[in-house]
């Protein structure tokens, strides 16, 4: 399984970008998906994870409301829409891919991407 993450780039406050995330080498609608952040001199957080068939979401309290995760199974794809942007929500981010349903951890995921780095200016 190979994840791709990409659409990341420097935006000001208050904008908006939408991350993408290619799989390939798997069927990408067994696999939990979920995007992870990790920004300078802390731990990687979870933001928000995606069921195998994009039936229920889960979302870090810090991006709620701001930040959505989709996937396009057809596509092997996934999504997260990220709006009303913060300097805080600078990092470097990841996709990963989960045989679990649902999971909000970083060691319930198997496959991870090599990261997009998302810079918010204030």
């Known amino acids: 399984v190979q994840l791709q993450a990409y659409g990341g780039g420097l935006v000001q406050a208050g904008g908006s970008l939408r991350l993408s995330c290619a799989a390939s080498?798997?069927?990408?609608?067994?696999?939990?998906m979920g995007w992870f952040r990790q920004a300078p001199g802390k731990e990687r957080e979870f933001v928000a994870a995606?069921?195998?068939?994009?039936?229920?979401?889960y979302y870090a309290d810090s991006v709620k409301g701001r930040f959505t995760i989709s996937r396009d199974n057809a596509k092997n794809t996934g999504y997260l829409q990220m709006t009303s942007l913060k300097p805080e929500d600078t990092a470097v981010y990841y996709c990963?891919?989960?045989?679990?349903?649902?999971?909000?951890?970083?060691?319930?995921?198997?496959?991870w991407g090599q990261g997009t780095q998302v810079t918010v200016s204030s």
């Open positions: 995606i069921s195998w068939r994009g039936i229920t979401t």
């Open positions: 080498g798997c069927t990408f609608s067994s696999y939990g």
């Open positions: 990963a891919a989960s045989e679990a349903t649902l999971p909000t951890v970083a060691s319930r995921y198997t496959y």
